[in-house]
């Protein structure tokens, strides 16, 4: 493999590292963005999703692509499926990030992706992780400097992956053919409650952090007060009944099977961000 790959959000949290994993083992990147600039020396290339014509110029020259969506989007069918059909008309091959649990239903938007996908006679590899563990200091750092994370999960548990195995997850299948034509359920080493989770944030915050469980409309008032859009907050609200049905606490050993070693615990993810965290 001596072509380019290009990284689909690299400017976001699995992107970022995964470029720099990437550059690592000595391969070409483009990483693309809406702005176009280079990532930790990585070639930068305009790329936006809703704009067809930026597709040409950052396919140009590739020949693996990894493919996600940045968060705010609800409509993941209408935004993916035209960039899987440009990477197959190309034979590019796809390292496609998904949602865990996706597989449940054929119905599920993010499935039909997939489907797409497998049915595009392009190579390609699925991840589907679940809750990011970096979602603490991305999404609910607002809380937790307030001693409390408010969430519509009950008593649900979550086996969290850190974004660094996705990373790591990502680059193995981009650099080498062995799991091609796979999916993998991307999760961490065990499943914890949120109210573990906050047990474990007060001790590396050095004040007390709780867990409240609300329901679904506190929730999504309180997304949409902070300026999140209606239909993403009601998206984001409608993800956590998976939580609390205990669909998001099984554990797999995929991340072992693609990297070699085992993925990091929230514990590790938590020390490792302290200071983010504070």
């Known amino acids: 493999m001596s072509q380019k790959i290009l990284v689909l959000g690299a400017t976001g949290n699995v992107g970022q590292p ?18 176009g600039k280079p ?8 790329f936006d999703y809703a704009r067809p014509e930026t597709f040409h110029a950052a396919f140009d020259g590739v020949d693996r692509a990894y493919v996600m969506l940045p968060g705010g989007h609800v409509n993941s ?8 059909q440009a990477a197959a008309a190309r034979r590019v091959k796809v390292v496609l990030q ?10 599920i938007p993010y499935r039909q992706v997939e489907i797409a996908l497998e049915r595009s006679g392009t190579p390609y590899v699925i991840l589907r992780p679940n809750w990011f563990s970096d979602n603490f200091h991305n999404f609910w750092k607002a809380g937790i ?12 548990k979550s086996s969290f992956i850190d974004v660094r195995d996705i990373a790591e997850s990502a680059a193995v299948a981009l650099t080498t053919d062995r799991f091609d034509g796979q999916s993998f359920n991307l999760t961490g080493p065990e499943a914890v409650s949120y109210a573990d989770a906050a047990q474990l944030l007060s001790e590396v915050a050095g004040k007390p952090v709780r867990y409240v469980p ?17 239909d993403y907050a009601d998206f984001l609200a409608s993800i956590f009944h998976p939580v609390r ?12 099977t693609l990297t070699g070693h085992a993925p990091r615990s929230l514990a590790t993810y938590v020390r490792d961000n302290a200071q983010r965290l504070r």
């Open 98 to 107: 998904t949602v865990f649990g996706v597989d449940a239903d054929d119905a």
């Open 245 to 256: 049905e205990g669909w998001t606490a099984a554990v797999t050993d995929h991340v072992q």
């Open 18 to 35: 995964l470029v720099q994993a990437l550059l690592a083992r000595g391969q070409h990147v483009k990483a693309a963005s809406r702005s």
């Open 77 to 84: 069918k209408e935004l993916l499926l035209p960039v899987i």
């Open 214 to 230: 609300i329901d679904d409309s506190a929730f999504v008032e309180a997304l949409t007060g902070a300026g999140v859009a209606r």
């Open 39 to 46: 990532v930790a020396g990585a070639e930068g290339v305009v």
């Open 145 to 156: 400097d307030h001693g409390q994370i408010a969430l519509p999960a009950g008593t649900g």
